[in-house]
């Protein structure tokens, strides 16, 4: 009797830890999991490990969670759609913008950028915003910036995967102009070896707030969490002092034109 009894406890006990370790598991796969690209100066990847504005943010407040900054890396396309279509990725810098307002949650803010226009520095004659509707240019793969583009009437739009193919295409001749945030086409040409002479912004359009988003079903606690953290860095004055170092401008909260 004593040794079915004993049994019977083992037994209970086994599954006692078996439910334990299984609800701490199920905690642990709701925790935010970051997804990013290689997108200067907010973020990339460089032979010191990820570097930028955006992945010393998310360092800093992970380690007011206790926890490893981890980020994994994909091509901007990949990243933003399982961030929309997955329980609790988040994903940075991504342009808060009309069509994508019902479509994340917007946890932190980043920085506000300008979308500008870059030719190679030998190209001649006028390039304002009439003279490039008939040329070449090419955006982010990804990126709702095209709307811009089609908005204004321009036709001949091309999609590379990240910022240092776009600045290949528009040094050897494949396109006339590349389109994107200002800061991250100067940051691009600085990280992966462009010489920021060989290249001229000619013309901008659209503005936009950037932000670190995630998906919309992320557990709401977990995403207090992040928020919390981020506002005992900023009341610190950290976020204003990394904002300075990258030179980026604060976010504030307004909408206008489109973004990556």
Same mark, same amino acid.
């Given at each position: 009797?004593?040794?079915?009894?004993?049994?019977?406890?083992?037994?209970?006990?086994?599954?006692?830890?078996?439910?334990?370790?299984?609800?701490?598991?199920?905690?642990?796969?709701?925790?935010?999991?970051?997804?990013?690209?290689?997108?200067?100066?907010?973020?990339?990847?460089?032979?010191?490990?990820?570097?930028?504005?955006? /992945?010393?943010?998310?360092?800093?407040?992970?380690?007011?969670?206790?926890?490893?900054?981890?980020?994994?890396?994909?091509?901007?396309?990949?990243?933003? +759609?399982?961030?929309?279509?997955?329980?609790?990725?988040?994903?940075?810098?991504?342009?808060?913008?009309?069509?994508?307002?019902? *479509?994340?949650?917007?946890?932190?803010?980043?920085? /506000?950028? /300008?979308?500008?226009?870059?030719?190679?520095?030998?190209?001649?004659?006028?390039?304002?915003?009439?003279?490039?509707?008939?040329?070449?240019?090419?955006?982010?793969?990804?990126?709702?910036?095209?709307?811009?583009?089609?908005?204004?009437?321009?036709?001949?739009?091309?999609?590379?995967?990240?910022?240092?193919?776009?600045?290949?295409?528009?040094?050897?001749?494949?396109?006339?102009?590349?389109?994107?945030?200002?800061?991250?086409?100067?940051?691009?040409?600085?990280?992966?070896?462009?010489?920021?002479?060989?290249? +001229?912004?000619?013309?901008?359009?659209?503005?936009?707030?950037?932000?670190?988003?995630?998906?919309?079903?992320?557990?709401?606690?977990?995403? *207090?969490?992040?928020?919390?953290?981020?506002?005992?860095?900023? *009341?610190?004055?950290?976020?204003?002092?990394?904002? +300075? +170092?990258? *030179?980026?401008?604060?976010?504030?909260? /307004?909408?206008?034109?489109?973004?990556?």
């Amino acid at each position: 009797m004593r040794r079915s009894i004993l049994a019977v406890l083992a037994v209970s006990g086994l599954c006692a830890a078996v439910s334990l370790g299984g609800s701490a598991q199920a905690q642990g796969n709701e925790r935010l999991r970051w997804l990013g690209g290689d997108l200067p100066p907010f973020v990339w990847q460089s032979s010191n490990g990820p570097q930028g504005y955006a /992945h010393e943010l998310l360092t800093l407040m992970a380690q007011k969670l206790g926890r490893k900054p981890d980020v994994a890396f994909y091509p901007w396309a990949r990243a933003v +759609k399982q961030t929309m279509e997955g329980d609790n990725y988040g994903v940075f810098p991504l342009a808060r913008t009309p069509d994508r307002e019902a *479509q994340f949650r917007w946890l932190i803010p980043l920085a /506000h950028v /300008h979308y500008s226009f870059f030719a190679a520095s030998s190209t001649t004659g006028p390039l304002g915003l009439e003279q490039l509707r008939t040329q070449k240019i090419v955006v982010l793969r990804g990126s709702p910036i095209i709307k811009n583009l089609q908005a204004q009437g321009f036709t001949q739009i091309i999609e590379a995967k990240d910022y240092r193919d776009m600045l290949r295409m528009v040094s050897i001749g494949v396109v006339v102009a590349a389109y994107a945030g200002a800061p991250m086409m100067q940051s691009a040409m600085q990280e992966f070896g462009f010489k920021a002479s060989d290249y +001229k912004l000619v013309a901008t359009l659209g503005n936009a707030d950037l932000y670190m988003g995630t998906s919309l079903r992320l557990d709401l606690g977990e995403a *207090q969490l992040w928020i919390e953290a981020y506002r005992t860095l900023e *009341q610190d004055g950290i976020v204003a002092r990394l904002q +300075k +170092k990258y *030179q980026l401008s604060r976010a504030g909260g /307004h909408m206008s034109g489109n973004g990556e």
